[in-house]
């Protein structure tokens, strides 16, 4: 009979713990499914090759101190910083949420002196009744123990809702330092772009200050009149003014990429900004071809970081489904209690328990329902934040790469423009000075000449700006013959582990 008890309750026991194993492999999460998005046939056609992307894009300029400064804002930057501590945030977060699937432990120690009536009814204390000890000491420690089964698997999701934020943190850390290195190198084609307009001011000044010191001199001998004096007096000033014009917009520029590269305020007052080559002097890389693969784009950061958030407020869902179900807890406690501290480590003080505990939602004037509700519409937004992201990508690509085309053609135009207006210039002033022609014809030629090179260094600066964005909108980079790079897909548990367990902040 005894064998058939005991058969029985190992019966019962394993069912048990089967029934255990089973829900706690039950998850109330919707099965995730990446939005469904309509793409370009074209993107999906071309066969690239089987390269990699080259991260650091900013190489391809072939300047030394392009690439010393985005290094240098890629490791002092403070917005950089801050996203570094945001991750350190979000890892912190992950290991609560992976610390809140094991059991509980908790150490408990107290001592405590008491004194009760004798002459209360019912009397039961833990001390001798007859008087002589009414105002004991007692002495407890314990060790205890809690437990949440996680039948619904809300606690499983809540992890994976904590974990698909840190990865989205961390690939959004990634989107920065793009866009940290992107903003730098457009940061210093300005800078060069404005130093050629103030070297051009600066040449413009001087020969203009020298054609009207001979003017100035004609003027005098009566060769020529006093309106066309003033007009060369009016344009040196002008020259003057664009000079000092452009001398503000390059220290501003250099104070602001300054900033950028998370240098000090002494360093940014008193420190100068070094150059390299001349805007005229950097290679603009090749246009990429007509056609590319879809995944060419699915590897920029943002993306990336917007599909982490659809999983993370999906496994959400999960956790505030789970709370309309019963909550289980095992517990237990071992510990000794004495009324003196030599006697807490003897046998006869042992004290122990365990048992279980369940709560169920009854009526809660529907906030599990209203949290569900958040938690589905919280997973919407989330795809319509996707959704508008990718198709922000798409449009960064198709303009980029449009202006990346059409720059190239705006700067040889530009080029040919100045070289005729130079030539024209050095006619007009030749037939002015034989008597050919007015003042006005020389004057104008020279207004046009002047604003074309301003102009020149500005479609420089486009040029290069247009290489940028290219860069920054297919995530990267790309090489010269071709490349159709699968997406660098991250190893979440790898990457988990790495970031809860690194203690220097040096995670990259």
Known sequence: ?????????????????????????????????????????????VDMG??????????????????????????????????????????AKAGVGTA???????????????????????LTAPYDV???????????GALSASWELDFWGKLRNQYTMLSDILMGTVIGHEALRLSVAGQTAQAYFALLALDMQLDTALRTLKSREESFRIYTAR?????????DWQRARAEVETARAQVHTSTIDVDRAEASLAVLLGRSPRDIMERGMVRGKGIASLPAPPVLPEGLPSELLF??????????????????????????????????????????VGSLFTSASGTWNYGASGTVP?????????????????????IAVYRKTVQRAFEDIRTSLTAQREADSVVRSMQVQVQSLRRSTDIARLQYDNG??????????????????????????????SVVSVCMALGGGWRDTGASPTIPLIDKEKLLHEVTTDKTGTFK
């Not at 809140?100 to 019912?122: F, H, K, M, Q």
């Not at 959400?316 to 909550?327: D, L």
């Not at 007015?438 to 090179?453: K, N």
């Open 130 to 140: 007859s008087g002589l000890a009414r105002a004991p000491s007692i002495y407890q």
């Open 362 to 382: 009854i009526l809660d004037f529907g906030r599990n329902w209203y949290n569900l509700k958040d938690a589905e519409a919280q997973k919407k937004t989330a």
């Open 100 to 122: 809140a699937l094991a059991p509980l432990i908790n150490g408990s120690a107290s001592a405590r002196s008491e004194s009760s009536s004798e002459r209360a009814p019912n």
């Open 219 to 227: 003027y005098k001998q009566g060769d020529i009149t006093e309106l």
């Open 436 to 465: 050919y022609t007015d003042y006005l014809t020389v004057l104008d030629s020279e207004r046009q000449l002047f604003a074309a090179e301003l102009q020149l260094a500005t479609a420089l600066q486009n040029r290069l700006n």
């Open 299 to 340: 590897r920029r950061p943002d993306i990336r970081a917007a599909e982490f958030s659809i999983m993370a407020y999906n496994a959400n869902i999960g956790v505030a489904r789970a709370q309309f179900f019963p909550s289980i807890s095992l517990t237990g406690s071992l510990g000794t209690l004495a009324t003196s």
């Open 50 to 91: 089987p390269a990699p992307l080259d991260t650091d894009w900013w190489n391809r300029f072939n300047d030394p101190v392009l690439t010393a400064l985005v290094e240098e804002a890629l490791k002092h930057n403070q917005d950089l910083a801050e996203s570094m501590a945001n991750i350190e945030s979000a890892a």
């Open 1 to 45: 009979m005894s064998c058939g008890k005991s058969f029985g309750s190992l019966a019962v026991l394993g069912v048990a713990t089967l029934m255990i194993g089973l829900l706690s492999a039950c998850s109330l999460a919707p099965r995730y499914e990446r939005p469904e998005i309509d793409l370009p046939k074209q993107w999906r056609s």
